[in-house]
C-alpha cells in the first residue's frame, strides 16, 4: 500500500462522507447502539464535509485525506483545541482520525496520522489532545503507539438517548 496525504477539496466529500460511515460502523459496532450506525447517512454526512472543508481556516486548521493509488481511503480533522480549559493558540486537537476498515493495520493510519501531527507543529500549536471512546481498546492501542498518552480527563457526551464515556488524550509536538 502507498498512502499520500494531501489537503481536502470540496470534491472530496463525498468520499470522505463514505470513510466515515464505514469507519464507524465497523469501528463501532457494539460500542454504540446498532440503530445508530445503522442510521448514519452518508448523504448527511457529506453536506456535513462539504460545510467542513469550505469553513476550514488553513492558518488554524486542516482536513487532510490519505489516498491509495488515487482513492480517498482515510481522513483526518485537525485545529485549534475545543477544550475550555487549553490555553487559546497553544493546544491543537486532532478532532477526527478515520479509515475505511478495509485498510486498517496496513501502515495508511501511521502516515495519515504523522501527517496530522506535522500539519498541527506546522500551524504552531505546542501540544495536542484528541478525545475517543473508553471502551475503543483498538483505537486507543493505535493512539499509544503515536505517542499520544491519556492526560486523565474523561467526559460523558449524550447523544440520540445514549451515553458515551471518553478520554482526553494529549501529545507534545515538539
Known amino acids: 500500500m502507498t498512502v499520500h496525504v494531501r489537503d481536502a477539496r470540496p470534491?472530496?466529500?463525498?468520499?470522505?462522507?463514505?470513510?466515515?460511515v464505514a469507519s464507524w460502523r465497523g469501528a463501532y459496532h457494539g460500542l454504540i447502539?446498532?440503530?445508530?450506525?445503522?442510521?448514519?447517512?452518508?448523504?448527511?454526512?457529506?453536506q456535513r464535509w462539504t460545510r467542513i472543508i469550505d469553513r476550514t481556516d488553513s492558518a488554524r486548521g486542516a482536513v487532510l485525506v490519505a489516498e491509495d493509488d488515487g482513492r480517498i481511503i482515510g481522513f483526518a480533522n485537525v485545529g485549534q483545541t475545543r477544550d475550555s480549559d487549553a490555553e487559546a493558540g497553544r493546544t491543537g486537537e486532532l478532532t477526527a482520525i478515520y479509515l475505511e476498515p478495509s485498510s486498517?493495520?496496513?501502515?495508511?493510519?501511521?502516515?495519515?496520522?504523522?501527517?496530522?501531527?506535522?500539519?498541527?507543529?506546522?500551524?504552531?500549536?505546542?501540544?495536542?489532545?484528541?478525545?475517543?471512546?473508553?471502551?475503543?481498546?483498538?483505537?486507543?492501542?493505535?493512539y499509544e503507539a503515536a505517542r499520544w498518552f491519556p492526560d486523565g480527563t474523561v467526559k460523558t457526551e449524550h447523544a440520540d438517548g445514549y451515553s458515551l464515556s471518553e478520554a482526553r488524550y494529549r501529545r507534545s509536538l515538539s
Do not use: C, K
Not at 470534491?11 to 470513510?19: F, K, M, Q, T
Not at 500551524?123 to 471502551?135: F, M, N, P, R, S
Open 11 to 20: 470534491g472530496d466529500a463525498p468520499a470522505i462522507a463514505e470513510v466515515h
Open 104 to 142: 486498517w493495520g496496513r501502515g495508511a493510519g501511521r502516515s495519515l496520522m504523522e501527517a496530522a501531527v506535522s500539519r498541527l507543529a506546522a500551524l504552531g500549536y505546542a501540544d495536542a489532545t484528541l478525545w475517543v471512546l473508553d471502551a475503543n481498546e483498538r483505537a486507543r492501542r493505535f
Open 33 to 46: 447502539p446498532q440503530e445508530i450506525l445503522d442510521g448514519l447517512d452518508v448523504p448527511a454526512r457529506t
